[in-house]
């Protein structure tokens, strides 16, 4: 009885006031009252879950701006033999290359250019199946001879180096310690820029927290030299290797 004293003669001017007020009479009573009440821990929780919503949820909501890319493309119905013939390879790797090529001169040709697409879709009148992202990709840039405009997931800033021969070939890395799954996807997800840094969230990290479970999850500079160092090419972490 005591105890309601104070919260419901108080309670009026707002959860926070009453709240200490229980603090105080917890103080003030000889009665032994457990230190929260149920209705401290429900205001405790509803604050906690708040900020972690707020946090989790919200925060990076807002910290990342979403771009479509021009148009879709599924990776995965074109690497199915069965769906696409033509792409050949003894391995998943060769067939990625088919795509993405070296030159050469050993460079990467990275996402590929039309003329690579129009080895098949050649004809923008008759489509190879009757979807209406091939009809889309048709009429807007094989018809009219234009490049996608792709936005790429991983693109670093121009001072950094980067070779994929270094890795592929040298390193022998699969595609997918750095690139996660992209290449099972059907859809391709929105490009995702943090307003604040300008980097992909693919660079960036998906984790606000700054944990990855996965190799991919991240691809900053400690990310880039963390692997290095754990494989054994600890000297490719002075500056200059990787700003020239
Ligand atoms: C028929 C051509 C083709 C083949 C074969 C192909 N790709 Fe792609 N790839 C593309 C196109 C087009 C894009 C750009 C759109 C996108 O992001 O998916 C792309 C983008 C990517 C990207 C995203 C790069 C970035 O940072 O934006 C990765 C990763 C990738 N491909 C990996 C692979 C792997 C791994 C394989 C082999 C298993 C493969 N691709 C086979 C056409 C192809
Ligand atoms: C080796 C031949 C080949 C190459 C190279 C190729 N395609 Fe295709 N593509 C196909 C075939 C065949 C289909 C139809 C498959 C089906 O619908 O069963 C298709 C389907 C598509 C579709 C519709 C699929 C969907 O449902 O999302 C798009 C869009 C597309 N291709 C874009 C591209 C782009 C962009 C490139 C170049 C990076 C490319 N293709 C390179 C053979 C090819
Ligand atoms: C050691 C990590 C690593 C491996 C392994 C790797 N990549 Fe990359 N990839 C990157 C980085 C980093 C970039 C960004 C490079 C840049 O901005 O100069 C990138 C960029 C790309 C791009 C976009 C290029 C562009 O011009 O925007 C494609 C496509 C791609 N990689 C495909 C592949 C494929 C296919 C494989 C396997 C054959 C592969 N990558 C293996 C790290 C890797
Ligand atoms: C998963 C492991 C891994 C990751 C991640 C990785 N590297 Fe490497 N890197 C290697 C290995 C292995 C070599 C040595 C290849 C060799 O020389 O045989 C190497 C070599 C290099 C070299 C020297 C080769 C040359 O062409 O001069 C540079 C530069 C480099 N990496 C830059 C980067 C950058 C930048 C990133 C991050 C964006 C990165 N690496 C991420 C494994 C990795
Ligand atoms: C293993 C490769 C690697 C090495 C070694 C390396 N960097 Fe980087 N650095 C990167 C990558 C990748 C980025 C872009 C991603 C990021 O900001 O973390 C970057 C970004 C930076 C940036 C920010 C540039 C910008 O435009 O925001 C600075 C500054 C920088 N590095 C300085 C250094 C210095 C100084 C050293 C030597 C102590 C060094 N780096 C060594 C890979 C490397």
């Known amino acids: 009885m005591k105890n309601q004293i104070h919260s419901s003669g108080k309670s009026s001017k707002g959860g926070l006031v009453s709240l200490l007020n229980r603090f105080i009479s917890f103080e003030k009573d000889s009665n032994f009252l457990p230190p929260f009440s149920?209705?401290?821990w429900v205001f405790f929780l509803a604050g906690v879950i708040g900020s972690l919503i707020l946090g989790w949820i919200i925060f990076p909501f807002v910290l990342y701006s979403n771009q479509p890319q021009p148009?879709?493309?599924n990776h995965a119905l074109h690497l199915n033999p069965e769906k696409v013939e033509g792409i050949e390879g003894d391995s998943e790797l060769e067939r990625c290359l088919f795509c993405h090529e070296f030159r050469d001169d050993?460079?990467?040709v990275g996402i590929p250019r039309l003329e690579k697409c129009?080895?098949?879709?050649?004809?923008p009148e008759s489509p190879l199946g009757d979807t209406r992202e091939e009809k889309e990709f048709l009429i807007k840039y094989v018809a009219p001879d234009k490049e996608v405009p792709w936005l790429s997931y991983s693109k670093q800033p121009d001072c950094v180096y980067f070779s994929h021969i270094a890795h592929v070939k040298m390193g022998e890395l699969a595609c997918k310690t750095c690139h996660g799954d992209h290449a099972n996807t059907e859809r391709l997800p929105a490009y995702q820029e943090n307003i604040l840094t300008g980097y992909s969230i693919n660079i960036w990290g998906k984790n606000i927290a700054g944990y990855k479970t996965n190799t991919w999850d991240r691809m900053k500079m400690d990310d880039c030299a963390e692997c290095h160092t754990k494989m054994g090419y600890k000297k490719n972490n002075a500056c200059f290797v990787c700003h020239k």
């Open 38 to 40: 149920f209705g401290v």
């Open 71 to 73: 148009i879709n493309f």
């Open 106 to 108: 050993g460079s990467f």
């Open 118 to 123: 129009t080895e098949c879709h050649d004809d």
